[in-house]
Protein backbone atom coordinates (compact mmCIF):
# COMPACT_ATOMS: atom_id res chain seq x y z
CA UNK A 1 0.00 0.00 0.00
CA UNK A 2 0.99 3.87 -0.06
CA UNK A 3 3.25 5.14 2.19
CA UNK A 4 3.72 8.96 2.95
CA UNK A 5 6.48 10.50 4.99
CA UNK A 6 6.57 13.78 5.88
CA UNK A 7 8.88 16.18 7.02
CA UNK A 8 9.62 18.19 9.47
CA UNK A 9 6.96 16.88 12.50
CA UNK A 10 7.74 20.61 14.24
CA UNK A 11 8.27 24.23 12.33
CA UNK A 12 8.52 27.40 13.72
CA UNK A 13 8.68 30.10 11.73
CA UNK A 14 8.73 34.56 12.57
CA UNK A 15 5.56 35.58 11.03
CA UNK A 16 6.13 37.03 7.51
CA UNK A 17 8.76 34.45 7.01
CA UNK A 18 8.02 31.24 4.98
CA UNK A 19 7.59 27.55 5.95
CA UNK A 20 8.01 24.69 3.57
CA UNK A 21 6.58 21.26 4.65
CA UNK A 22 7.99 17.96 2.79
CA UNK A 23 6.38 14.85 1.54
CA UNK A 24 7.28 11.21 -0.22
CA UNK A 25 5.08 8.90 -1.26
CA UNK A 26 5.96 5.09 -2.47
CA UNK A 27 3.02 3.83 -4.78
CA UNK A 28 3.03 5.48 -8.35
CA UNK A 29 -0.07 4.96 -9.17
CA UNK A 30 -1.04 7.67 -6.58
CA UNK A 31 -2.12 10.84 -8.74
CA UNK A 32 -4.25 13.33 -6.21
CA UNK A 33 -2.55 15.01 -3.14
CA UNK A 34 -4.20 16.69 -1.11
CA UNK A 35 -3.10 18.92 2.21
CA UNK A 36 -5.09 19.34 4.97
CA UNK A 37 -4.90 21.66 7.92
CA UNK A 38 -6.00 20.85 11.15
CA UNK A 39 -6.06 23.64 14.39
CA UNK A 40 -6.27 22.54 17.69
CA UNK A 41 -9.53 20.65 18.52
CA UNK A 42 -10.86 21.19 14.79
CA UNK A 43 -11.71 19.21 12.04
CA UNK A 44 -9.20 18.59 9.43
CA UNK A 45 -9.99 20.62 6.33
CA UNK A 46 -8.59 21.10 2.85
CA UNK A 47 -6.45 24.35 2.29
CA UNK A 48 -5.15 23.11 -1.36
CA UNK A 49 -4.93 19.89 -3.34
CA UNK A 50 -3.17 18.97 -6.45
CA UNK A 51 -3.35 16.08 -9.53
CA UNK A 52 -0.65 14.20 -10.74
CA UNK A 53 -1.32 15.70 -14.34
CA UNK A 54 0.29 19.38 -12.55
CA UNK A 55 3.65 20.36 -11.30
CA UNK A 56 2.27 23.25 -9.47
CA UNK A 57 -0.73 24.92 -7.94
CA UNK A 58 -0.96 28.59 -6.22
CA UNK A 59 -3.52 29.70 -3.83
CA UNK A 60 -3.02 33.37 -2.78
CA UNK A 61 -0.02 32.26 0.22
CA UNK A 62 -0.31 28.98 -0.40
CA UNK A 63 1.64 27.16 -2.50
CA UNK A 64 1.95 23.10 -3.83
CA UNK A 65 4.62 21.21 -6.13
CA UNK A 66 4.92 18.15 -7.27
CA UNK A 67 7.38 16.06 -8.93
CA UNK A 68 5.93 12.67 -9.95
CA UNK A 69 9.41 11.31 -11.11
CA UNK A 70 10.71 11.53 -7.62
CA UNK A 71 7.68 10.97 -5.87
CA UNK A 72 7.33 14.28 -3.72
CA UNK A 73 5.32 17.09 -3.44
CA UNK A 74 6.10 20.26 -0.98
CA UNK A 75 3.81 22.84 0.45
CA UNK A 76 4.98 26.37 1.01
CA UNK A 77 3.22 29.07 3.04
CA UNK A 78 4.63 32.49 2.08
CA UNK A 79 4.37 35.31 4.39
CA UNK A 80 2.96 33.28 7.40
CA UNK A 81 0.63 34.74 9.97
CA UNK A 82 0.05 33.75 13.37
CA UNK A 83 -3.46 32.45 11.93
CA UNK A 84 -1.46 29.85 10.05
CA UNK A 85 -0.71 28.02 13.32
CA UNK A 86 -1.93 24.31 13.09
CA UNK A 87 -1.18 20.85 12.15
CA UNK A 88 -1.13 20.06 8.50
CA UNK A 89 -1.56 17.07 6.80
CA UNK A 90 -0.12 15.71 3.66
CA UNK A 91 -1.90 12.92 1.82
CA UNK A 92 -1.59 10.72 -1.40
CA UNK A 93 -3.91 7.91 -3.06
CA UNK A 94 -6.53 7.68 -5.55
CA UNK A 95 -10.12 6.39 -4.02
CA UNK A 96 -7.85 5.73 -0.68
CA UNK A 97 -5.79 9.19 0.69
CA UNK A 98 -2.72 7.95 2.72
CA UNK A 99 -1.84 10.61 5.60
CA UNK A 100 1.63 12.02 6.45
CA UNK A 101 1.95 11.71 9.95
CA UNK A 102 1.58 15.86 10.45
CA UNK A 103 3.60 18.72 10.89
CA UNK A 104 2.83 21.34 13.77
CA UNK A 105 3.21 24.97 12.48
CA UNK A 106 3.90 27.72 15.03
CA UNK A 107 3.81 31.18 13.94
CA UNK A 108 6.19 33.36 16.52
CA UNK A 109 4.63 37.18 16.49
CA UNK B 1 -27.18 18.73 6.66
CA UNK B 2 -24.60 21.47 5.89
CA UNK B 3 -21.40 19.35 7.14
CA UNK B 4 -20.49 15.73 8.07
CA UNK B 5 -22.02 14.85 11.10
CA UNK B 6 -20.49 12.50 14.15
CA UNK B 7 -21.79 10.93 17.04
CA UNK B 8 -21.15 10.26 19.65
CA UNK B 9 -18.75 13.30 20.15
CA UNK B 10 -17.34 11.77 23.14
CA UNK B 11 -17.37 8.10 24.68
CA UNK B 12 -15.87 6.60 27.44
CA UNK B 13 -16.33 2.87 28.05
CA UNK B 14 -14.78 -0.10 29.58
CA UNK B 15 -12.61 -2.60 28.51
CA UNK B 16 -14.30 -5.16 26.95
CA UNK B 17 -17.84 -3.35 26.21
CA UNK B 18 -18.78 -3.04 22.78
CA UNK B 19 -19.36 0.28 21.10
CA UNK B 20 -21.38 2.28 18.24
CA UNK B 21 -20.19 4.94 16.11
CA UNK B 22 -21.73 6.67 14.00
CA UNK B 23 -21.25 9.03 10.79
CA UNK B 24 -24.10 11.02 8.94
CA UNK B 25 -22.18 12.25 5.55
CA UNK B 26 -23.24 14.95 3.40
CA UNK B 27 -26.30 14.20 1.06
CA UNK B 28 -25.47 13.27 -1.94
CA UNK B 29 -21.80 11.98 -1.27
CA UNK B 30 -21.30 8.95 -2.58
CA UNK B 31 -18.28 7.99 -1.01
CA UNK B 32 -17.54 7.67 2.76
CA UNK B 33 -14.26 6.99 4.42
CA UNK B 34 -13.86 6.25 8.43
CA UNK B 35 -9.94 6.87 9.41
CA UNK B 36 -8.75 7.13 12.91
CA UNK B 37 -6.30 9.61 14.83
CA UNK B 38 -4.55 8.87 17.97
CA UNK B 39 -3.05 11.08 19.67
CA UNK B 40 -0.46 13.45 18.03
CA UNK B 41 -0.67 11.21 14.98
CA UNK B 42 -1.69 11.10 11.44
CA UNK B 43 -5.18 9.90 10.05
CA UNK B 44 -5.30 5.82 9.74
CA UNK B 45 -7.13 5.15 7.36
CA UNK B 46 -9.91 1.76 8.38
CA UNK B 47 -12.51 1.56 5.61
CA UNK B 48 -13.67 3.24 2.32
CA UNK B 49 -17.21 3.12 0.87
CA UNK B 50 -18.84 3.92 -2.26
CA UNK B 51 -22.73 3.63 -1.98
CA UNK B 52 -23.56 1.33 -0.05
CA UNK B 53 -20.47 -1.73 -1.02
CA UNK B 54 -17.01 -1.09 0.90
CA UNK B 55 -14.85 -2.22 -1.63
CA UNK B 56 -11.36 -1.38 0.38
CA UNK B 57 -11.56 -2.81 4.32
CA UNK B 58 -8.14 -3.39 4.44
CA UNK B 59 -7.44 -0.77 7.34
CA UNK B 60 -9.38 -2.49 9.49
CA UNK B 61 -7.07 -3.33 12.39
CA UNK B 62 -8.98 -6.82 13.76
CA UNK B 63 -11.89 -8.79 13.34
CA UNK B 64 -13.42 -6.75 16.19
CA UNK B 65 -13.52 -3.73 14.11
CA UNK B 66 -16.84 -3.95 11.29
CA UNK B 67 -18.82 -1.29 9.41
CA UNK B 68 -21.94 -0.85 7.50
CA UNK B 69 -23.43 1.65 5.34
CA UNK B 70 -26.97 1.93 4.84
CA UNK B 71 -28.90 2.94 2.05
CA UNK B 72 -26.40 4.93 0.55
CA UNK B 73 -26.20 7.58 3.22
CA UNK B 74 -25.31 6.62 7.44
CA UNK B 75 -22.41 4.51 8.66
CA UNK B 76 -22.24 3.16 11.85
CA UNK B 77 -18.61 1.81 12.82
CA UNK B 78 -18.57 -1.28 15.69
CA UNK B 79 -15.77 -1.81 17.58
CA UNK B 80 -16.71 -5.36 19.76
CA UNK B 81 -14.49 -6.03 22.93
CA UNK B 82 -13.16 -2.59 23.07
CA UNK B 83 -9.20 -2.62 24.28
CA UNK B 84 -7.50 0.33 25.71
CA UNK B 85 -5.51 0.88 22.91
CA UNK B 86 -8.53 1.05 20.55
CA UNK B 87 -8.55 4.87 22.35
CA UNK B 88 -8.33 7.29 19.77
CA UNK B 89 -10.39 9.73 17.71
CA UNK B 90 -12.57 8.42 15.21
CA UNK B 91 -13.38 10.62 12.02
CA UNK B 92 -15.68 10.11 9.67
CA UNK B 93 -15.20 11.89 6.26
CA UNK B 94 -17.49 11.80 2.79
CA UNK B 95 -16.82 12.67 -0.76
CA UNK B 96 -18.44 13.18 -4.18
CA UNK B 97 -16.94 11.07 -6.49
CA UNK B 98 -17.00 11.41 -9.81
CA UNK B 99 -15.85 9.74 -13.24
CA UNK B 100 -13.23 8.16 -11.05
CA UNK B 101 -11.75 10.74 -9.08
CA UNK B 102 -11.96 11.36 -5.69
CA UNK B 103 -13.15 14.64 -5.08
CA UNK B 104 -12.43 17.14 -1.73
CA UNK B 105 -12.79 14.87 1.61
CA UNK B 106 -15.40 16.82 4.07
CA UNK B 107 -14.01 15.28 7.91
CA UNK B 108 -16.89 15.56 10.74
CA UNK B 109 -15.59 16.53 14.22
CA UNK B 110 -14.79 13.16 15.00
CA UNK B 111 -16.30 10.83 18.11
CA UNK B 112 -13.22 10.39 20.54
CA UNK B 113 -13.37 6.85 22.52
CA UNK B 114 -11.55 6.52 25.72
CA UNK B 115 -10.92 2.78 26.61
CA UNK B 116 -10.60 2.57 30.70
Known amino acids: GENVEQHPSTLSVQEGDSAVIKCTYSDSASNYFPWYKQELGKRPQLIID?????GEKKDQRIAVTLNKTAKHFSLHITETQPEDSAVYFC????????FGAGTTVTVRA | GAGVSQSPSNKVTEKGKDVELRCDPISGHTALYWYRQSLGQGLEFLIYFQGNSAPDKSGLPSDRFSAERTGGSVSTLTIQRTQQEDSAVYLC??????????????FGEGSRLTVL
Open chain 1, 91 to 98: AAGDYKLS
Open chain 1, 50 to 54: IRSNV
Open chain 2, 93 to 106: ASSFRAGGKTGELF
